[in-house]
């Protein structure tokens, strides 16, 4: 019907796509849910119709909070550091080549 679609096979659930632009080049960064809190972000190369996933482009959440803040990447994770949960803010930049982390 001349309609774009997107289809693909994640293991997890409730997906949310977000298209980005950088230096003319289509992104799709896909983020979902694996169980209890995890979230999983995977990025693709849209071209012509078509995915083609980014090798080194995935990130994890353990709080399930990843996102997409002016082309960028946020990722919130929690760790035990002796004996304490401490939350860890981690920001991360990508392009073709992949996840590159911000300082």
Same mark, same amino acid.
């Given at each position: 019907?001349?309609?774009?679609?997107?289809?693909?096979?994640?293991?997890?659930?409730?997906?949310?796509?977000?298209?980005?632009?950088?230096d003319?080049?289509?992104? %799709?960064?896909?983020?979902?849910?694996? !169980?209890?809190?995890?979230?999983?972000?995977? !990025?693709?190369?849209?071209?012509?119709?078509? &995915?083609?996933?980014?090798?080194?482009?995935? &990130?994890?959440?353990? &709080?399930?909070?990843?996102?997409?803040?002016?082309? $960028?990447?946020?990722?919130?994770? $929690?760790?035990? %550091?002796?004996?304490?949960?401490?939350n860890? &803010? $981690?920001?991360?930049?990508?392009?073709?080549?992949?996840?590159?982390?911000?300082?």
């Amino acid at each position: 019907m001349g309609v774009p679609y997107i289809a693909a096979r994640l293991k997890g659930h409730t997906p949310d796509i977000t298209l980005i632009k950088k230096d003319e080049i289509e992104y %799709v960064l896909i983020k979902y849910h694996t !169980g209890n809190k995890l979230q999983v972000l995977k !990025g693709y190369q849209y071209i012509d119709s078509t &995915l083609v996933e980014i090798p080194n482009l995935t &990130l994890s959440s353990n &709080l399930s909070e990843i996102n997409i803040v002016n082309g $960028s990447i946020e990722v919130n994770n $929690s760790e035990f %550091v002796k004996d304490k949960v401490i939350n860890k &803010l $981690s920001y991360y930049d990508f392009d073709l080549t992949g996840i590159h982390k911000k300082h």
